[in-house]
């Protein structure tokens, strides 16, 4: 969208700007040398973010019993036949020493008696290989680096920031094909900010907030994805969208996601009257992938018009219960359910986009010093259906990755141009926010009927019709007001909806996590759903 700009106070200068604060933004900000000016910025707290939350912990081959080849394979058939397999390798080859790197940065892991690594399994993978810290790894990685980033010098973070739009030379009527910076919203004083970079990374997460349930409640609006295509990054895969089986159904629990490792260590899926199901749906029962369990749940669920089913573990002894899942079992007494005894209650929930900005394996896209890590990212590792406890390892390999080929070509890029401050002149303060919060709402239900676990054309076309409205009325919303976080948000979540909707569209079969009534089968020749913007440019090597 084009704005006018005048002169305005002077803008932030770094090197590189990193937008977004969970394990991938963090990564990149830490393994990047010292003698760079870096700035991450994040929405919330440093810490916060989808990193934050998550549990079950990092897939990696760290077993002699294992082997690099044996998680390769498992990655592969996880995803449907859609897993670029160069970047399958390339991730499980990096995986050993990105642990070994969390561990030296003072991650503390959950050990045996003997002092070992304890390892856990999770659905789809043929060993033991997952590294945890008990039930919070998420928790206590994002902590661990979120201080190691407090302690460095050269690192500023800058919290209550989102990131409107990214700059780049085509905005400035410059020749070249660079990101520049991005325009960033201070939360704080509610007034648009600039800030240039030579380097800028999109480490913002996915878009799983698009959809009425979501283990990810606080974050996930698709910004970056979002803003990556407006400024002509191309994007793939967007119409998978993983819902993770097991989240917490109780009506204050706010989307509380129940880790796939309560069935990997002997959780067991039940229907209300206490019989078991997925041996119906695969013969790897409660370790099947996610997608075959979460569209088993949906069945059920649908069959028996039951507003959800139960995971049960009580018939393990209680201290292991305890031992091994504290975050769980103190959570899920706060609501008067104790799961040494009794069942949980669980619903499937929108949790991650396996889609997203193309980009390659030192994570760099479309555009020139714009690079994009973690959940935003399309690398080819996770193909049609992500297994378990891969994605924090991507975040890990990948933000190391980009850190390594920021730090190879720093040197040669010159400091960013001008670009003009952000013009508020022409726009005023709403005075009808009630339209984002019913446009909101109504966005993210037709996408959990239309757009979710299995679909029809029907329903996509229904889909499609309504987020052209929606895009329509949010459009001139956001050219007539003052942004906000919400405004922001929710042009995003239209932006990226619109991208499911059309990826979902051209799939004419049902693979992985893209499930239609319409095409049950698969289609011979696996590919991918590439979106192309008409800016798009082939980036300098």
Request: proline share 4%; hydrophobic share 35%; aromatic share 6%.
């Amino acid at each position: 969208m084009a704005r006018d700009h005048n002169p305005m106070p002077q803008p932030y200068e770094y090197d590189v700007l990193i937008i977004g604060s969970g394990a991938a933004g963090l990564t990149v900000a830490l393994n990047l040398p010292q003698h760079l000016k870096i700035c991450v910025v994040s929405k919330a707290d440093i810490s916060s973010g989808a990193t934050l939350w998550a549990q079950g912990g990092i897939a990696a081959v760290l077993d002699d019993q294992d082997s690099s080849e044996n998680h390769i394979q498992d990655t592969l058939m996880a995803g449907g036949g859609l897993c670029h397999e160069d970047a399958v390798r390339f991730t499980v080859e990096h995986s050993k020493k990105s642990i070994e790197w969390l561990i030296e940065t003072g991650v503390d892991f959950t050990r045996n008696t003997d002092s070992q690594l304890h390892l856990t399994r999770e659905g789809g993978h043929s060993h033991r290989r997952i590294i945890h810290a008990a039930d919070a790894t998420g928790h206590a990685v994002s902590t661990t680096l979120a201080s190691q980033a407090r302690a460095r010098p050269n690192i500023e973070l800058r919290s209550s920031r989102v990131a409107v739009d990214l700059i780049t030379n085509r905005k400035l009527a410059l020749p070249g094909n660079r990101c520049v910076g991005a325009y960033i919203l201070n939360l704080e004083d509610n007034h648009v900010e600039l800030f240039r970079a030579r380097f800028t990374v999109i480490a913002t997460g996915g878009a799983s907030k698009a959809y009425r349930y979501t283990t990810n409640p606080d974050g996930a609006s698709g910004d970056g994805i979002a803003m990556a295509w407006r400024a002509g990054c191309r994007v793939a895969n967007m119409e998978f969208n993983q819902f993770h089986p097991t989240c917490l159904y109780h009506p204050h629990a706010k989307s509380f996601l129940i880790t796939e490792a309560v069935r990997g260590e002997g959780g067991l899926l039940k229907l209300p009257d206490g019989s078991r199901f997925m041996d119906r749906f695969d013969k790897r029962a409660e370790l099947a992938p996610r997608d075959i369990v979460a569209r088993a749940i949906d069945h059920e669920m649908k069959r028996l018009g039951a507003d959800h089913l139960l995971l049960d573990i009580s018939h393990k002894p209680a201290d292991f219960i305890r031992h091994h899942f504290p975050t769980i079992y103190e959570k899920c007494l706060e609501f008067g359910i104790d799961i040494t005894r009794e069942a949980i209650p669980v619903v499937p929930a929108a949790h991650y986009t396996c889609g997203g900005i193309v980009s390659d394996d030192r994570a760099r896209t479309d555009i020139n010093q714009l690079y994009v890590v973690g959940e935003a990212g399309f690398t080819g590792l996770h193909g049609a259906n992500r297994m378990a406890s891969n994605s924090l390892l991507e975040c890990l390999v990948y933000g190391r990755a980009a850190a390594a080929d920021i730090t190879r070509r720093e040197a040669d890029i010159p400091q960013s141009p001008d670009a003009p401050a952000w013009d508020e002149s022409q726009v005023r303060d709403s005075d009808e926010d009630v339209v984002i919060s019913h446009n909101w709402d109504e966005l993210r239900h037709f996408m959990w009927d239309y757009v979710g676990i299995v679909r029809t054309t029907k329903r996509l076309q229904r889909a499609k019709h309504r987020v052209d409205l929606l895009s329509g009325e949010i459009g001139e919303f956001y050219n007539n007001y003052r942004v906000t976080n919400d405004l922001l948000e929710l042009r995003n979540l239209v932006t990226v909806s619109d991208l499911i909707i059309c990826s979902a569209m051209q799939r004419k079969e049902s693979r992985g996590l893209h499930y239609t009534l319409d095409y049950p089968g698969l289609q011979h020749e696996p590919r991918d759903t590439l979106l192309m913007p008409t800016t798009y440019r082939t980036p300098s090597p």
